[in-house]
Antibody, heavy 120, light 106 residues
Framework: EVQLVESGGGLVQPGTSLRLSCVASGFTFDDYAMHWVRQAPGKGLEWLSGISWNSATITYAGSVKGRFTISRDNDKNSLFLHLTNLRPEDTAFYYC?????????????WGQGTVVTVSS | DIQMTQSPSSLSASVGDRVTISCRASQGILNSLAWYQQKPGKVPKLLIYAASTLQSGVPSRFSGSGSGTDFTLTISSLQPEDAATYFCQKYVSAPVTFGQGTRLEI
């Protein structure tokens, strides 16, 4: 079974940092690009970042560029998102997602998400 | 950046109704459009990709159409379990963007 399991969320103060992790199973991780998407409470979906299978291509949404860093470790079937200088508006569910085939493709596998709450 | 605009933002329909949701891109995106269904407290589920290709396991009452800038999701005969929020997404290139969502009440 294809599965994505996120971890690393929590309650943090504004200005601090956090690293989210996503462990993949059930498919050949290093054959595929991966992405992070978030959803604030009661709001829509916001794409954050994508990374190619070999980390050669990395892109970010303008809203997080310079604050968030995506990375992956293919030996550990893991995807990461390093969040810095966190703001209250970063409070959201953070999802690890797998595109169907290409770097830019429909997202057919979603993790259950990890919650980040930024509050003093 | 290409913006995705969905309409309506919400709608109410009855079991058996035919429902259409529209999504418009601010620039042409070929057929690089997907539709997702999200039920309360659940993870989004891919329904349709490449504008009109049904994802495996999705009921055939769901269909998609369009190319370029105008796209439509149609539910041919609404079922109670279709109550959800529906999102379109363009993925032709970065940044990937989603529509604001359409809440469907039954």
């Amino acid at each position: 079974e294809v599965q994505l399991v996120e971890s690393g969320g929590g309650l943090v103060q504004p200005g601090t940092s956090l690293r989210l992790s996503c462990v993949a199973s059930g498919f050949t991780f290093d054959d595929y690009a991966m992405h992070w998407v978030r959803q604030a409470p009661g709001k829509g979906l916001e794409w954050l970042s994508g990374i190619s299978w070999n980390s050669a291509t990395i892109t970010y949404a303008g809203s997080v560029k310079g604050r968030f860093t995506i990375s992956r470790d293919n030996d550990k079937n893991s995807l990461f998102l390093h969040l810095t200088n966190l703001r209250p508006e970063d409070t959201a569910f953070y999802y690890c997602v797998k595109p169907r085939e290409l770097l830019y493709d429909a997202f057919h596998i979603w993790g259950q998400g990890t919650v980040v709450t930024v509050s003093s | 950046d290409i913006q995705m605009t969905q309409s309506p933002s919400s709608l109410s329909a009855s079991v058996g109704d035919r429902v259409t949701i529209s999504c418009r891109a601010s620039q042409g995106i070929l057929n690089s459009l997907a539709w997702y269904q999200q039920k309360p407290g659940k993870v989004p589920k891919l329904l349709i990709y490449a504008a009109s290709t049904l994802q495996s396991g999705v009921p055939s009452r769901f269909s998609g159409s369009g190319s370029g800038t105008d796209f439509t999701l149609t539910i041919s005969s609404l079922q109670p379990e279709d109550a959800a929020t529906y999102f379109c997404q363009k993925y032709v290139s970065a940044p990937v963007t989603f529509g604001q969502g359409t809440r469907l009440e039954i």
